[in-house]
């Protein structure tokens, strides 16, 4: 049978059908216009505002590292919204949370680590229990902030174009 056939003994079943079902017929008519007609009436009671444009803190994630990855999650807490773009969000730069809780809370903790590493030594060297150090303890090699490998007067993104193999494009894309 060819596809035209086929076609129009489709309609002429549907057609058939629908002049069967008067009841079927007008609720699946009436229903999408009744939805559209709540639509309509809640956009009239709401009209639309303008709102400026958004920008976000930026939110490390958990590939960063745990510390910095809870201070995204911490810190901005509350999702703020503001006019402006935010410190993050400026090229060569690489985190704004230098000021946050977490930041000045972290060499606190590492002192206190290490006087508490010291007071252990000390009670080994008195002749104390010995032992194997539990792996919580065991001193963890400072991590260097970006800062730190970049010249004097020089961006990240210059840095990315300078030592890696990466194109401008390419950088550009990423900052």
């Not at 910095?68 to 919204?81: D, E, H, K, S, V």
């Not at 792996?135 to 400072?142: A, D, Q």
């Not at 800062?147 to 020089?154: G, I, T, V």
Request: aromatic content about 10%; hydrophobic content about 40%.
């Amino acid at each position: 049978m060819a596809v035209g056939t086929q076609l129009g003994l489709l309609l002429w079943k549907n057609f058939t059908y629908r002049r069967r079902q008067r009841i079927q017929l007008a609720i699946e008519i009436l229903w999408p216009l009744f939805l559209f007609l709540i639509l309509i009436s809640v956009r009239r009671s709401h009209p639309p505002f303008k709102q400026h444009e958004c920008h976000f803190p930026n939110k490390a994630l958990p590939s960063a590292g745990t510390l910095p990855w809870l201070q995204g999650i911490i810190c901005n807490m509350n999702n703020p919204c503001f006019r402006h773009p935010t410190a993050g969000e400026a090229p060569g730069t690489v985190g704004n949370f230098d000021g946050s809780i977490f930041a000045r809370l972290l060499p606190i903790l590492r002192r206190l680590r290490e006087s508490g590493n010291q007071r252990r030594g000390e009670h080994r060297a008195r002749g104390g229990a010995g032992g194997a150090r539990p792996p919580w303890l065991t001193p963890v090699p400072s991590a260097l902030a970006v800062r730190e490998y970049l010249r004097e007067d020089e961006t990240f993104s210059r840095f990315l174009r300078t030592n890696t193999s990466l194109p401008p494009a390419l950088v550009d894309e990423l900052m």
